[in-house]
C-alpha cells in the first residue's frame, strides 16, 4: 500500500475528485435558469466531498472529530444522488451518464463508511 501523506493520497478523495469534475463539465449544460438552483447545488454538494475529506483528514488523531467530518462527506455525497436524481427526471443528463456517476457516488460513499466503521486504521 503506498504511503498516504495527505488527503490527495487517499483513493475515495481521488474519486470524489474526479466525479466533482465530471458533474462540474455535465452541469454546464444544464438550462441557465437552473444556474442558482440546481446547478449550483450540484456542484456545491459534489464539491463539499471533497472539502470535507481534507477537514477530515487533518482531524484522524481526534476519532470523534475524524468520524464527524466523514460523517459530513457522506451526507454529501448522498445529497448529490439527490441532485443527479432530479438531473434525470428534468432531462438534463443522459440515462448513461446519470447511471455512471451514481454508480461512483455509491462506491465513494461505501468508502467512506468503511472509514467510518474503522476510524482507528486512518490515524496514521
Known amino acids: ?14 474519486a470524489a ?26 456542484r456545491r454538494s459534489s464539491r463539499s466531498v471533497c472539502a470535507n475529506l481534507a477537514e477530515a483528514f487533518r482531524k484522524r488523531r481526534y476519532p470523534k ?17 439527490v441532485w443527479l436524481d432530479f438531473a434525470l427526471a428534468c432531462e438534463y443528463v443522459t440515462i448513461e451518464d446519470y447511471e455512471k456517476l451514481y454508480k461512483e457516488y455509491d462506491m465513494i460513499l461505501g468508502m467512506l463508511v468503511k472509514m467510518i466503521v474503522e476510524p482507528e486504521k486512518w490515524n496514521l
Open 1 to 14: 500500500m503506498a504511503k498516504i501523506a495527505t488527503h490527495k493520497d487517499l483513493r475515495v478523495y481521488q
Open 17 to 42: 475528485f474526479m466525479a466533482a469534475m465530471d458533474i462540474y463539465k455535465l452541469s454546464k449544460s444544464f438550462p441557465v435558469e437552473e444556474k442558482f438552483s440546481l446547478t449550483d447545488q450540484i
Open 65 to 81: 472529530n475524524f468520524v464527524s467530518k466523514l460523517s459530513d462527506c457522506e451526507a454529501e455525497a448522498a445529497e448529490t444522488h
